[in-house]
Each structure stands twice: as C-alpha cells, then as structure tokens.
T-cell receptor, first 114, second 110 residues
Framework: DAGVTQSPTHLIKTRGQQVTLRCSPISGHKSVSWYQQVLGQGPQFIFQYYEKEERGRGNFPDRFSARQFPNYSSELNVNALLLGDSALYLC?????????????FGPGTRLTVL | AQRVTQPEKLLSVFKGAPVELKCNYSYSGSPELFWYVQYSRQRLQLLLRHISRESIKGFTADLNKGETSFHLKKPFAQEEDSAMYYCALSAMNRDDKIIFGKGTRLHILP
C-alpha cells in the first residue's frame, strides 16, 4: 500500500478561482480528515468525513467544502480563492471516525494563490 | 477552548546531550495527547501518544495533568533526531479533529 495519496502535488491559481484537491486513503480506512498548513504553523483542522458523512468542521469559511465518495476517497473544494489560502493542504486517513485511532498523513498538496 | 502551545520554534542540542521539547495544552476535558514528527522531505507521522505509554526511538512523553504539559524527552540526542516536532491534542471519544501546536524544529549539532 502506497499510503495516503494526494493529487495534485503542486497547484498555482489566481485570486477568485476555484480549486479541487483529491485524497485517497489507505485501503480499509474509512475516515478522511483535511488540514491546512500555512508556512511556519502547525496543521489546522478543516474537515473530517467518516462513512461519507461530515463528522467535524474547523473554523473555516463556507468557501471551503468537501465530500467523501463510496470508495472513501475525498475531495476538498475551495471557491473564490484568496491570497491567504496559499498553504500546504494535508489529508489524513484513519480506520474509524473516533479520535483514538492513529491518523496517517499524505504528502500534501502545495497551493499557491497569485 | 482547545489550545496547544510549543514555546520554542527552534531547539539546538549537541549530539549525545539530553533533549526536551516542551508542550503545554489547554482543554477542559480528558484529552489524548500526541507527538507527531516530520523528517526532512518526509510526510508527517505519529511518533507517540500518551495513551500507549511507549518509548519510540528513545523518546518518551509523560502527561502531567496538573501542569497541563506533555513534554517530549530523550536522554541522548542522535543526529537523525533532527526534524520538525508537533505536539497535538484530540478530544477523547469525539471526531478525528486534532489540534496541533506550531511545532518545534529540533537541530542536533555534531
């Protein structure tokens, strides 16, 4: 198993555009979480999905949305991009949706907004 | 509100010297505490969690509820310990939301 995979690796967008980031969890994992990591900061929680339902949402505007598919992969969408959305977006998967399970992180997608 | 504080952005330690990375947290309930590590050009990975009470790569961390701390310690630093270390908190029996600190870069000097 390659572990958690994310695509694309890098992305450059301009202000006002929309972006979709993709994540494939480890085989057998049913929970996917998304984090935003701005340079010099720790990852900040955006969303968690478990069994295709949203289980948690961080303090992010409605421009951020996500979904989980029947195969447990997930997409993160960001509309009306702002310069401040430039960050590394991390996806993490775990077996279940409860906090006691270890999360496994992907390599991230580096988003640059110009 | 949940909060994790890592007071040091950078910690430089000589090889063979003891290491202590500080972490303090704020949470009203019973949290689960973690240390995550990111080595150069690798992905973020779990180092250890307080509930397991393990020693991983010579590192240990004890949860001190009185001082709300979860400091990471190693008696003898090795060059391969150089990495970015994040302390993190999760509320027990809830979703997978994890609150991360800002991280401490550990630099082991030869």
């Amino acid at each position: 198993d390659a572990g958690v995979t994310q695509s694309p690796t890098h992305l450059i967008k301009t202000r006002g555009q929309q972006v979709t980031l993709r994540c494939s969890p480890i085989s057998g994992h049913k929970s996917v979480s998304w984090y935003q990591q701005v340079l010099g900061q720790g990852p900040q929680f955006i969303f968690q999905y478990y069994e295709k339902e949203e289980r948690g949402r961080g303090n992010f505007p409605d421009r951020f949305s996500a979904r989980q598919f029947p195969n447990y992969s997930s997409e993160l969408n960001v509309n009306a991009l702002l310069l401040g959305d430039s960050a590394l977006y991390l996806c993490a998967s775990s077996l279940h949706g409860e906090g006691v399970y270890e999360q496994f992180f992907g390599p991230g997608t580096r988003l640059t907004v110009l | 509100a949940q909060r994790v504080t890592q007071p040091e952005k950078l910690l430089s330690v000589f090889k063979g010297a003891p290491v202590e990375l500080k972490c303090n947290y704020s949470y009203s309930g019973s949290p689960e505490l973690f240390w995550y590590v990111q080595y150069s050009r690798q992905r973020l990975q779990l180092l250890l969690r307080h509930i397991s009470r393990e020693s991983i790569k010579g590192f240990t961390a004890d949860l001190n509820k009185g001082e709300t701390s979860f400091h990471l310690k190693k008696p003898f630093a090795q060059e391969e310990d150089s990495a970015m270390y994040y302390c993190a908190l999760s509320a027990m029996n809830r979703d997978d939301k994890i609150i991360f600190g800002k991280g401490t870069r550990l630099h082991i000097l030869p």
